[in-house]
């Protein structure tokens, strides 16, 4: 399954993740050489995208069939107009357990030959090519010197931030994630007066191949990882009630909390970046989603001590939403594909603090006998077990729910949670499959060889690393 080297962290970030997984509670349970397996298949996996695209399906505008048969006919389009070269799946399958969910399976990793030009881009650049985007102009960070329109080029990925734009011949450590056409000469992508837009290299040859869905039924399907789409099925909306999405942007998780509810009721969502309050707004347009208000303000300060106070704008008095989403901010080491790192242990360190500020708050915000959902896309101890032990010490009036659907695996061992906590609470853990996959096969790591789950479960266990407790407040 390893087609590129392990995720590249810093010293003391690498030390603070394996003292993480092989902590006291995980060794005395299953011992030094299965905790440190877990640990090496953890940072192999998070360099690799997972096996499976997944679209949230705009279900609140059209049932699950129609949209997975207009999808289809799209992306094969896409197909038949040449905007990649070779035979892409567009085998949409829907899921059994989440009415809302479709997969494309993904092709890769593919043989795919190097070429002699190459073009080096920025690692969030880099990542988004392996999950089937063109690579945009704004990504691109050094092309040859004489790189015209319609030049095949390879496309290499910058793992440690080191090109600088404008580039010519980089030669730093970079990884290659696919072939394609440039769409502008050099002169165009670094010459121009005006900020630069638009494809800049149309990938034809990736190594990782799936359709690009920009601009593919906008309102009808919207990419999202599986994980992320769980959420708002665990947080429950109910149509007519009040909810609050306190860390909102891009408005993702918003707008399925919306359409869950057929559009009838309030969802509340704030963010405290105001460009990306207007992402929210733009999203909730696209997805004809009227019930959403999206707020420019700091969450932490969202409650106010006066019950008088008007509900319509934040701050809003205690008590006043029926179930609050904390998706909360994070170190975000569970994403994939991640090839590198650049955080210091200290950054990784100041979200605990952030995120118990804004967890008071929801507390306080949370009507007697609403539901609060917490979540991560992070695989740390701090930011998810301990943060359960810290809330249900700090908190007596919250108590652990059961999560519907619960397809993750169970929390993890090292907070002195129980081990019925740890059986309510829910941890997406790609490398766990992995682990299985590499125990089919033996001695033989090789990434074509067919995965010993049969799909769902493939799906479900291939995502982003990924964190959800669910709380009731009495």
């Given at each position: 399954?390893?087609?590129?080297?392990?995720?590249?962290?810093?010293?003391?970030?690498?030390?603070?993740?394996?003292?993480?997984?092989?902590?006291?509670?995980?060794?005395?349970?299953?011992?030094?050489?299965?905790?440190?397996?877990?640990?090496?298949?953890?940072?192999?996996?998070?360099?690799?995208?997972?096996?499976?695209?997944?679209?949230?399906?705009?279900?609140?505008?059209?049932?699950?069939?129609?949209?997975?048969?207009?999808?289809?006919?799209?992306?094969?389009?896409?197909?038949?107009?040449?905007?990649?070269?070779?035979?892409?799946?567009?085998?949409?399958?829907?899921?059994?357990?989440?009415?809302?969910?479709?997969?494309?399976?993904?092709?890769?990793?593919?043989?795919?030959?190097?070429?002699?030009?190459?073009?080096?881009?920025?690692?969030?650049?880099?990542?988004?090519?392996?999950?089937?985007?063109?690579?945009?102009?704004?990504?691109?960070?050094?092309?040859?010197?004489?790189?015209?329109?319609?030049?095949?080029?390879?496309?290499?990925?910058?793992?440690?931030?080191?090109?600088?734009?404008?580039?010519?011949?980089?030669?730093?450590?970079?990884?290659?994630?696919?072939?394609?056409?440039?769409?502008?000469?050099?002169?165009?992508i670094f010459c121009s007066d005006e900020p630069v837009k638009g494809v800049g290299i149309r990938m034809v040859e990736p190594l990782y191949q799936s359709p690009s869905f920009d601009r593919v039924l906008p309102?009808?399907?919207?990419?999202?990882?599986?994980?992320?789409?769980?959420?708002?099925?665990?947080?429950?909306?109910?149509?007519?009630?009040?909810?609050?999405?306190?860390?909102?942007?891009?408005?993702?998780?918003?707008?399925?909390?919306?359409?869950?509810?057929?559009?009838?009721?309030?969802?509340?969502?704030?963010?405290?970046?105001?460009?990306?309050?207007?992402?929210?707004?733009?999203?909730?347009?696209?997805?004809?989603?009227?019930?959403?208000?999206?707020?420019?303000?700091?969450?932490?300060?969202?409650?106010?001590?006066?019950?008088?106070?008007?509900?319509?704008?934040?701050?809003?008095?205690?008590?006043?939403?029926?179930?609050?989403?904390?998706?909360?901010?994070?170190?975000?080491?569970?994403?994939?594909?991640?090839?590198?790192?650049?955080?210091?242990?200290?950054?990784?360190?100041?979200?605990?603090?952030?995120?118990?500020?804004?967890?008071?708050?929801?507390?306080?915000?949370?009507?007697?006998?609403?539901?609060?959902?917490?979540?991560?896309?992070?695989?740390?101890?701090?930011?998810?077990?301990?943060?359960?032990?810290?809330?249900?010490?700090?908190?007596?009036?919250?108590?652990?729910?059961?999560?519907?659907?619960?397809?993750?695996?169970?929390?993890?061992?090292?907070?002195?949670?129980?081990?019925?906590?740890?059986?309510?609470?829910?941890?997406?853990?790609?490398?766990?499959?992995?682990?299985?996959?590499?125990?089919?096969?033996?001695?033989?790591?090789?990434?074509?060889?067919?995965?010993?789950?049969?799909?769902?479960?493939?799906?479900?266990?291939?995502?982003?690393?990924?964190?959800?407790?669910?709380?009731?407040?009495?």
């Amino acid at each position: 399954m390893s087609v590129f080297p392990r995720i590249d962290l810093k010293q003391e970030v690498y030390d603070y993740l394996r003292n993480v997984f092989t902590n006291k509670e995980v060794l005395a349970a299953v011992g030094q050489g299965k905790a440190e397996q877990r640990f090496q298949k953890l940072l192999s996996c998070l360099s690799h995208p997972p096996r499976f695209t997944c679209v949230r399906a705009s279900t609140h505008l059209a049932p699950l069939e129609e949209i997975q048969t207009r999808l289809q006919e799209e992306l094969k389009q896409q197909q038949n107009c040449g905007s990649k070269i070779g035979d892409v799946s567009v085998n949409l399958l829907p899921h059994p357990h989440i009415p809302d969910v479709l997969f494309l399976p993904v092709i890769g990793p593919r043989p795919v030959v190097q070429l002699s030009s190459e073009v080096i881009v920025g690692a969030q650049c880099g990542s988004a090519v392996l999950r089937g985007a063109h690579v945009f102009a704004p990504g691109i960070l050094a092309t040859p010197k004489f790189m015209k329109k319609g030049d095949m080029v390879s496309v290499f990925s910058d793992l440690e931030g080191k090109c600088t734009r404008g580039n010519k011949d980089f030669q730093g450590k970079r990884v290659f994630v696919g072939n394609g056409v440039a769409e502008m000469d050099r002169s165009n992508i670094f010459c121009s007066d005006e900020p630069v837009k638009g494809v800049g290299i149309r990938m034809v040859e990736p190594l990782y191949q799936s359709p690009s869905f920009d601009r593919v039924l906008p309102s009808m399907a919207f990419l999202q990882n599986l994980p992320s789409v769980v959420v708002g099925h665990v947080l429950g909306p109910r149509p007519g009630e009040r909810i609050l999405d306190m860390c909102a942007a891009p408005g993702g998780k918003t707008c399925h909390i919306a359409a869950l509810m057929c559009g009838q009721g309030e969802v509340v969502a704030l963010d405290k970046i105001r460009g990306k309050v207007e992402r929210i707004r733009q999203n909730a347009k696209t997805l004809h989603l009227e019930c959403i208000k999206a707020h420019c303000f700091n969450s932490i300060q969202a409650v106010c001590s006066d019950q008088a106070q008007d509900t319509q704008e934040p701050p809003f008095p205690p008590e006043r939403f029926d179930r609050v989403l904390l998706d909360a901010p994070c170190s975000g080491l569970g994403q994939r594909p991640n090839m590198a790192c650049t955080w210091s242990l200290k950054e990784i360190c100041s979200y605990p603090p952030l995120q118990r500020k804004l967890f008071s708050t929801a507390v306080r915000l949370l009507k007697r006998g609403g539901v609060l959902v917490y979540s991560t896309c992070t695989v740390t101890l701090s930011e998810n077990e301990e943060q359960v032990a810290w809330a249900l010490n700090t908190f007596p009036c919250l108590t652990l729910q059961p999560q519907e659907p619960h397809i993750g695996a169970g929390g993890m061992l090292g907070a002195g949670l129980s081990s019925e906590q740890l059986r309510l609470l829910q941890r997406f853990s790609p490398e766990l499959g992995w682990i299985l996959e590499a125990e089919a096969h033996g001695e033989d790591d090789s990434p074509t060889k067919p995965s010993p789950c049969p799909f769902p479960q493939q799906a479900n266990k291939d995502t982003i690393g990924f964190f959800i407790a669910k709380f009731l407040k009495s």
